[in-house]
């Protein structure tokens, strides 16, 4: 069972609101406020009264954030094999073709991570599957302070996705009344760098330097 979220999503001219019924209203930008209280009340209202077992799905203009279905596997195997050489080893395939298709199929299955954590980013119009968002808890920063984590294929970058995903996150970290929230990114990552930046994390002074990967930024967002 889902439990489905509708999130007010605002531009430069006003906001639209996308309505349980399917209405699109262009609204003044003296609603914008009442929009996002409104977002926050549904995230609320429909996390805090999940019953055991359902799921959270978060829906922009343009996306959907939902669990992963084991038919997509092959989706985050194409990420895996984007991945920079500069990222550590343990996150690329390896010599032997690790990990599989079958076994990212299996870890869809049994790691709730793929359902309640970093959610599935499907283009509504397009109906494919493009990469994920979401939370998870590193245990890098504080207690009851998550991390928030994307990664989206090469042939979506540079339309807005990654920042459009990560502000419904952050909508839905604030109504489960998170303060903060943490996000580490490479130094060498500038497009990651750019969304976090458009999203209103600050960049720290905590660093972990790597001689062979590069430095590990840390950042951060007041909810």
């Not at 349980?20 to 609320?44: H, K, N, Q, W, Y």
């Not at 245990?139 to 998550?146: L, Q």
């Not at 990560?166 to 009344?177: K, M, N, P």
């Not at 760098?193 to 905590?206: C, D, H, P, S």
Request: net charge neutral.
């Amino acid at each position: 069972m889902y439990q489905h979220v509708i999130l007010a999503e605002t531009s430069r001219s006003g906001a639209t609101v996308h309505c349980s019924g399917g209405l699109i209203e262009r609204v003044t930008p003296e609603a914008r406020e009442a929009a996002r209280t409104f977002a926050r009340e549904m995230v609320a209202a429909m996390t805090i009264g999940a019953t055991p077992g359902s799921e959270v799905v978060l829906e922009t203009s343009r996306l959907l954030l939902r669990p992963w279905r084991v038919s997509e596997a092959a989706v985050q195997r194409e990420l895996w094999t984007e991945r920079d050489p500069r990222v550590p080893p343990h996150r690329r395939i390896d010599a032997d073709g690790h990990p599989t298709v079958a076994e990212l199929e299996d870890s869809i299955r049994s790691n709730q991570l793929w359902s309640i954590g970093l959610l599935a980013v499907e283009r509504k119009t397009s109906r494919d599957v493009i990469g994920y968002c979401g939370l998870v808890d590193s245990g890098r920063g504080s207690a009851g302070e998550p991390e928030l984590a994307f990664e989206l294929l090469y042939r979506v970058w540079r339309q807005g996705y990654a920042t459009e995903a990560a502000l419904a996150v952050l909508e839905w970290a604030r109504a489960l009344g998170h303060d903060r929230l943490w996000a580490t990114v490479w130094d060498w990552n500038t497009a990651s760098r750019r969304v976090l930046a458009k999203v209103g994390f600050t960049e720290t002074e905590r660093k972990e330097v790597d001689a062979v990967h590069g430095t590990t930024l840390f950042t951060t967002r007041r909810l």
